[in-house]
């Protein structure tokens, strides 16, 4: 299974979309500072999770997030309260 997943900073509330096999491992990651893109705005929180069972398929829909503004903006409208946490 992959899971696209976003991640919204404690530290000044960004958000970051990716996409992995083992979601607890890359959450561990991310708040260890070992990877790059994240590193500065540690601590993360895991806002929201799609579980799909081709790897094709979850990546083309981090990709979609990722470059696609409106696709952003459905999925932060749909997770509205989440976000308010």
């Keep these: ?3 696209v997943y976003l991640l919204q900073s404690f530290k000044n509330k960004s958000l ?3 996409c992995t096999s083992d979601l607890k491992n890359r ?3 991310h708040n260890q ?3 790059y893109h994240t590193k500065k705005f540690m601590p993360w ?3 929201y999770c ?3 069972i081709s790897k094709k398929d979850a990546f083309s829909r981090e990709q979609s997030l990722k470059l ?3 696709g952003l903006r459905r ?3 749909r997770i509205r309260d989440s976000l308010a946490v």
């Design 27 to 29: 959450l561990l990651i």
């Design 45 to 47: 929180k895991l806002i």
């Design 1 to 3: 299974m992959y899971c």
């Design 16 to 18: 970051y979309v990716g």
């Design 50 to 52: 799609e579980t799909y």
């Design 68 to 70: 696609h503004a409106q």
């Design 75 to 77: 999925l932060k409208e």
């Design 33 to 35: 500072g070992k990877s």
